[in-house]
C-alpha cells in the first residue's frame, strides 16, 4: 500500500506520502515527482528506455529521502526524462542503492526547482505505516 496526497500550499507543492515500508515510501515519493513534472506520463504504458543507478549515503532516513529526490529531480533535468520504476536493490536507513527507468520527454509541464528539507520527517505513523510530507519548491 501506498498513498500519494497533493496537499494545499501558499507557493509550492505540499506532498503527504504514507506506505506499508520504508522502500514503498521512497517509491511513492519518485512517483509524485513524476507525476508533477510530467502528469500522467507514467501512466500511459510507455517503453521505459533510460535506466540509471543512484547510489545515495545520508545521515538519516528523512535526509536520505531528501537527497534521493533531488538526484532524482536532478536526473530527469540532465537526462531530460521522466523515471517512472523505481527498483531499489539495498537499502538502509542512510544508504539506497537504486536502478531508475524512464523515457525521454521534450519538456516538463512543471518547473520544480527545488526539493526541500521543510516539514519532511519520516517516521512510523500510530498504524505501523511510514509516513512523511515533503514540500516541492516550484
Excluded at 39 to 48: A, Q, S, Y
Excluded at 60 to 84: G, H, N, P, Q, V
Aim: charged fraction near 25%.
Amino acid at each position: 500500500m501506498k498513498k500519494i496526497e497533493f496537499l494545499p500550499h501558499i507557493a509550492d507543492v505540499r506532498i503527504r506520502l504514507e506506505a506499508d515500508s520504508l522502500e514503498q515510501l521512497f517509491c511513492a515519493s519518485a512517483e509524485a515527482l513524476s507525476e508533477m513534472l510530467y502528469p500522467g506520463f507514467c501512466n500511459d504504458g510507455k517503453t521505459l528506455t533510460i535506466g540509471r543507478s543512484l547510489h545515495i549515503i545520508s545521515m538519516d532516513r528523512t535526509t536520505l529521502l531528501i537527497d534521493f529526490l533531488s538526484e532524482l529531480l536532478t536526473l530527469a533535468y540532465t537526462e531530460k526524462a521522466i523515471f517512472c520504476y523505481v527498483h531499489i536493490e539495498k537499502m538502509s536507513e542512510t544508504q539506497i542503492n537504486a536502478i531508475v527507468s524512464g523515457a525521454l520527454v521534450d519538456g516538463f509541464e512543471e518547473d520544480v526547482k527545488a526539493v526541500t528539507y521543510h516539514e519532511a520527517n519520516v517516521q512510523k505513523n500510530e498504524t505501523g505505516n511510514w509516513e512523511t510530507i515533503v514540500i516541492v519548491d516550484i
